[in-house]
């Protein structure tokens, strides 16, 4: 979270949330790509999403029918109160029986991406998606779904995956962020093209080191 406030002797309120997502779509930008040596010294207010917070501080003794209506308004890490909802929806409504479809509750404006793309081509996709809290599609040239690019996968990924995003194609960034971890073909892929390029420093060495400092600050 970030917080409003000068030191601890105020009180400080939420104005947003930063997480490991919007440190790595920064660091892909191409402003971030052109002047490398001073991008862990910008505030992080920069790198707050724009528009309306979708962070909004509760009282304690708010009541459920508030955090309801922020909930609908938009506002995210309201979970708890979805849960709730879940765990007692068979008290109040029979929307369990329901089927998703007559529910209307499938979006059918998706983020997609081609396999073969560079990764790069989708970063203001992954940025928004994990503003909206969804996936980026990954699909073929006949638009049948692959995989998916996804912000919570990406959240939990080693920082040096700004580097992977700059220099692979989303069908091989999504074998990057494997939970089994990258494999070493595109390790060395990444760092071939890094060297050509000649913007970030060595993946797995040089660039680990790099990032951890944004990494340590910003993962929550």
Known sequence: MVLEGDDYSVECHCIGKVSMVDVICYLCKQESLIDSSKVLEIPVLKILAKGDSIVKHLEP????????????????????????????????????????????????NILTVRYHDPEIFA?????????????????????????EISPSTL?????????????????????????????????????????????????????????RVVYIVFSF
């Open 123 to 147: 970063l203001d996709s992954i940025a928004l998606a994990h503003i909206e809290q969804i996936v980026v599609a990954v699909v073929d040239d006949d638009n049948r779904l692959i995989g």
């Open 61 to 108: 003794d708010s009541s459920l029918l508030e955090a309801i209506d922020h909930i609908l308004e938009g506002i995210q890490n309201l979970e708890d109160v979805v849960l709730f909802l879940l765990n007692s929806i068979g008290v109040f409504s029979p929307m369990p029986t329901f089927s998703i479809e007559l529910l209307n509750i499938i979006d059918h």
């Open 155 to 211: 959240a939990y990924c080693d920082e040096s995956v700004a580097a992977a995003i700059t220099t692979l194609s989303a069908g091989d960034l999504m074998a990057y962020i494997d939970y089994g971890g990258p494999p070493e073909g595109l390790v060395e892929l990444v760092n071939m093209r890094l060297h050509e390029k000649k913007t970030w420093p060595d993946a797995r060495t040089d660039g680990r080191r790099v990032f």
